[in-house]
């Protein structure tokens, strides 16, 4: 086994273990004073997480396990964990379901920690980074819902943690739970297969490639393409075609799309942001100890070189919409923004100023990684001095068997093959799809960062909790504001159905309708009608005025955010006049 110093025993000695818990700790408390500030909302669905839902519903009525026809994630051990919660809760309710899952995203929290400390990392630069990871927008507001994507994150990471231990040698215990938490993640979502490829090459990483790395790799492919094939015909027997089988020349225009690496790489900077203000704090001093003033002015150079390719591409923050959106936190759900684009949330002048720092720390970070690339080239030079290395990345394949442990490879090959096959692979593309490559590219970064195991700068580590903190009060607040709209459009379907007024005839929106109305054989297709299971619109919720239609009456709700009072209208459809009545005469 190839360790370095940073990698014996993290927290081996009796100080990092009692600073290991203080730290462990303290990110509980912050999540758990979060979580309350943000509340779980009321009993009823958002975004997707109805769809996961009917199963758990199934399954406690029925005893057996339904997988909707509109799922593209299998979802097996997401719908098992939210069933225990809902039974040990006295029934089904949504609220059960989101606390299993927020319960989760405290288990991702800390393991994010873990899994960096294993890297190598001062508990410090560890608890920053985990804080980064799961203190941010994207991962907190989703720990809130019964959505799966935690879920999948939260075992990604425990997978990579158990086979990095076992690849580090310590018992096979880590292995046979590794390979536990991979099928769970597979069967969680199809993307999950992709780390026993990545375990395969970090083995032949570990022992080379000998007769039995290339046998054991050998019954590896032959378990996953056993495993691919029945869960294929499995899916086929349910009456639904293999979400992952797409027409060959739609899987090949898709690749033509690389705007989604730059989104994916964009959202990751911008979400690694606080572990790399630990970094660029430690080499400005190395620049200083050198004599060598102005590393500042070659970061400050080099964002500013990639705003125009930004701004051109388009690729801003939020430069991809479904949890992150430009006023706030959450989708709406209802025909008027979702399918026509009316009525958008304002955002103001100071949460567009928020977005575009932002952007400009994502472009900072990556002026960091950049600054720190070239300068391992300039030192790999001979007569340049050592300390421009920036980056621990190894020259040759000796060097680099002898700096990079099996783990960081594991982490490397699979980050890599996640984001290629969520960049790629599904049809539509949303921010939460990029949640699992985040810790396991923190985890690469900590590896290339050479002094990741040195007590970082207090002002750096004060500035780096401050944009954690940042970010984190955005989260609550942002939730709080989905929750207030949420509470507004059930409070109007509530008031509806008091009059007889179901979802027959009302277009409450895709969660409403799809969550009360769905059916086996997909969406509605009636002409002028929304795609998500309506029958008929005679009455719709809109967040504003429609043509056609009229007031009936409006629930007020405040967005904190944007300071603005708005408002969910019911709206009645208008009988049309004797005159449009009366056939036309030639």
């Known amino acids: 086994m190839h360790k370095t110093t940073g990698e014996q025993d993290p927290g081996g000695s009796g100080a990092g273990r009692r600073a290991d818990a203080w730290l462990m700790g303290l990110l509980t408390g912050l999540w758990c004073a979060a979580v309350a500030a943000a509340g ?22 029925t005893g057996r396990f339904h997988l909707p026809d509109f799922s593209q994630a299998l979802t097996l051990p997401h719908v098992y964990w939210g069933a225990a919660f809902a039974w040990l809760g006295g029934g089904f309710g949504f609220v059960p379901l989101r606390l299993s899952v927020t319960l989760l995203g405290l288990v991702g929290l800390l393991l994010a920690y873990r899994l ?41 990471m425990a997978t990579v943690l158990a086979w990095g231990r076992w690849l580090d040698g310590r018992g096979a215990r880590w292995g046979l739970l590794g390979g536990l938490c991979g099928v769970l993640a597979a069967l969680t979502r199809q993307f999950g297969l992709v780390l026993l490829p990545a375990l395969l090459l970090s083995m032949a990483w570990r022992d080379g490639l000998t007769r039995s790395t290339w046998w054991r790799g050998l019954a590896l492919v032959a378990v996953v393409v056993l495993a691919y094939g029945l869960l294929q015909h499995w899916l086929m027997l349910q009456g639904r075609q293999p979400s992952l089988q797409q027409p060959v020349s739609e899987l090949l225009w898709r690749w033509l799309k690389w705007g989604r690496v730059a989104i994916l790489l964009l959202y990751a900077a911008m979400l690694l942001s606080p572990l790399a203000l630990l970094w660029a704090a430690q080499r400005r001093q190395a620049w200083r100890e050198a004599g060598c003033p102005g590393y500042d002015r070659r970061l400050l150079l080099l964002s500013l070189l990639q705003l125009p390719l930004m701004l051109a591409w388009g690729k801003y923050f939020p430069a991809w919409t479904n949890v992150l959106q430009p006023w706030g936190i959450g989708p709406v759900t209802l025909r008027d923004n979702l399918l026509l684009g009316l009525h958008v949330p304002q955002t103001p002048l100071w949460l567009w100023g928020l977005w575009g720092g932002l952007t400009l720390l994502a472009a900072w970070t990556v002026a960091v990684l950049v600054e720190a690339a070239w300068a391992r080239r300039q030192a790999a030079t001979p007569g340049r001095a050592a300390w421009r290395a920036g980056f621990a990345v190894p020259v040759g394949w000796a060097q680099a068997r002898a700096r990079w442990s099996a783990q960081t490879v594991l982490a490397a090959v699979a980050a890599a093959l996640l984001g ?21 590219l923190a985890l690469v970064g900590v590896r290339c960062w050479p002094q990741a195991a040195r007590p970082p700068a207090p002002k750096a580590l004060a500035l780096a909790a401050g944009l954690c903190a940042l970010q984190l009060a955005l989260a609550v607040v942002g939730v709080r504001d989905f929750w207030a709209m949420s509470e507004a459009k059930w409070q109007a379907v509530a008031r509806l159905h008091a009059r007889g007024i179901g979802p027959q005839v009302l277009d409450g929106g895709y969660d409403y309708n799809g969550w009360l109305l769905y059916r086996r054989g997909g969406p509605s297709t009636l002409p002028d009608k929304s795609w998500y299971w309506v029958e008929d619109d005679a009455y719709q919720l809109a967040l504003g005025p429609m043509p056609g239609y009229r007031l009936l009456e409006t629930v007020p709700y405040q967005r904190r955010l944007t300071g603005r009072t708005e408002q969910i209208h019911i709206l009645q459809r208008q009988a049309p006049s004797a005159a449009q009545q009366a056939p036309v005469r030639p």
Request: aromatic share 14%; net charge negative; proline share 7%.
């Open 116 to 156: 960096l400390r294993d890297a190598g990392a001062h508990p410090a630069v560890a608890a920053s980074a985990a804080g980064a990871l799961g203190l941010n927008p994207l991962y907190f507001s989703l720990s809130l819902t019964y959505m799966s994507d935690v879920t999948f994150c939260v075992l990604v």
């Open 40 to 61: 779980w909302g009321g009993d009823y669905p958002v975004n997707d997480d109805w769809v996961y839902a009917i199963s758990v519903r199934t399954l406690l009525e």
């Open 420 to 440: 290629l096959a969520i960049c790629f692979g599904p049809a539509t593309f949303f921010d939460r799809y990029l949640l699992p490559v985040l810790p396991l």
